[in-house]
């Protein structure tokens, strides 16, 4: 990885003329160069593979005495790590800062210059890591999102999905270039018809580059005795788009239910092989389906 260049090779202190009183160690605290009048949340910065990107993180110590801060690249969650280690995932492993080990001053501001080093061979699309600083017993993590410019590409998977009682469960894998916000609409249809219909919405979750996540969608009104076919869109910006289903039997396992139950999924039978003969057209054939799973109360 290249070192920070010789023009970022000290960190500037700036004296805190208005620092409240802390004890040391209190208070202390990071953010993107304290010089920007915008007072950045995160860091973020544009650049072709190949590219050597320069920023300043800011580290402030009100307290009345010297603290130490150790800095280095981490994940897109922080970590505790050793610099360089397997927790400087994704663009926390490109940053190169111009001091790892900082001593603030008693009421002062060190900014410390860092570069982030973009590989040759990275991909297009959307990068995720963090700065994180360690002092005084705690940790700090920044924000560092960087994108690199070439072709993108948005696409995602829907996978695992399984109906259990109250809930469907499924992963969404980014497998795309692109930092992605997904959309959800389910769709659930028995032997006698439709169950369970929702509308597309934003799902509270950042799916990056390459990430998979497990999510839950709440089903508190399953029905209590049916053969059901669940599926799942996911939709997000740039045209992606996944369908994945499942299929699930709800039995009410009770004794005095238990043989009704048999009855009507032995009538309800020839009705589901008619159903399931029943031409698709080839794009949802090709869709993914978990095995069948038998869901009920046993008493």
């Known amino acids: 990885m290249p070192s920070a260049a010789p023009a970022l090779a000290i960190a500037a202190a700036v004296l805190l003329a208005a620092a409240p009183t802390a004890a040391a160690g209190d208070g202390w605290s990071v953010a993107p160069s304290a010089a920007d009048p915008q007072g950045r949340p995160y860091f973020y910065a544009e650049g072709l593979p190949g590219a050597v990107l320069e920023d300043t993180v800011s580290v402030r110590n009100p307290g009345r005495a010297p603290l130490?801060?150790?800095?280095?690249?981490?994940?897109?969650?922080?970590?505790?790590?050793?610099?360089?280690?397997?927790?400087?995932?994704?663009?926390?492993?490109?940053?190169?800062?111009?001091?790892?080990?900082?001593?603030?001053?008693?009421?002062?501001?060190?900014?410390?210059?860092?570069?982030?080093?973009?590989?040759?061979?990275?991909?297009?699309?959307?990068?995720?890591?963090?700065?994180?600083?360690?002092?005084?017993?705690?940790?700090?993590?920044?924000?560092?999102?960087?994108?690199?410019?070439?072709?993108?590409?948005?696409?995602l998977t829907v996978e695992r999905v399984r109906v259990r009682a109250g809930r469907i469960s499924y992963d969404l894998v980014n497998r795309g270039t692109t930092a992605l916000t997904p959309r959800l609409?389910?769709?659930?249809?028995?032997?006698?018809?439709?169950?369970?219909?929702?509308?597309?919405?934003?799902?509270?979750?950042?799916?990056?580059?390459?990430?998979?996540?497990?999510?839950?969608?709440?089903?508190?009104?399953?029905?209590?005795?049916?053969?059901?076919?669940?599926?799942?869109?996911?939709?997000?910006?740039?045209?992606?788009?996944?369908?994945?289903?499942?299929?699930?039997?709800?039995?009410?396992w009770t004794a005095a239910g238990a043989a009704g139950a048999l009855a009507v999924c032995a009538g309800g039978g020839?009705?589901?092989?008619?159903?399931?003969?029943?031409?698709?057209?080839?794009?949802?054939?090709?869709?993914?389906?978990?095995e069948v799973e038998s869901t009920g109360a046993v008493t």
């Open 68 to 155: 130490t801060v150790r800095l280095r690249g981490a994940g897109p969650e922080g970590g505790s790590g050793p610099p360089g280690g397997a927790e400087a995932a994704g663009a926390g492993a490109w940053i190169t800062f111009a001091e790892r080990t900082v001593r603030v001053p008693a009421r002062t501001r060190a900014d410390v210059p860092f570069t982030v080093s973009v590989p040759a061979d990275a991909t297009p699309g959307d990068h995720s890591g963090s700065i994180t600083a360690d002092a005084a017993g705690r940790s700090t993590a920044l924000r560092v999102h960087v994108r690199v410019g070439g072709p993108a590409l948005a696409a």
């Open 185 to 252: 609409a389910v769709h659930a249809e028995g032997l006698f018809g439709e169950v369970l219909d929702r509308a597309p919405r934003t799902l509270p979750v950042e799916l990056l580059p390459g990430r998979r996540v497990t999510l839950g969608e709440p089903w508190a009104d399953q029905p209590a005795l049916d053969s059901v076919d669940v599926r799942l869109t996911v939709t997000a910006a740039g045209g992606a788009r996944a369908q994945a289903g499942a299929s699930a039997r709800f039995v009410p």
């Open 270 to 290: 020839s009705l589901l092989v008619r159903r399931r003969r029943r031409p698709r057209d080839a794009a949802a054939a090709e869709q993914p389906r978990t």
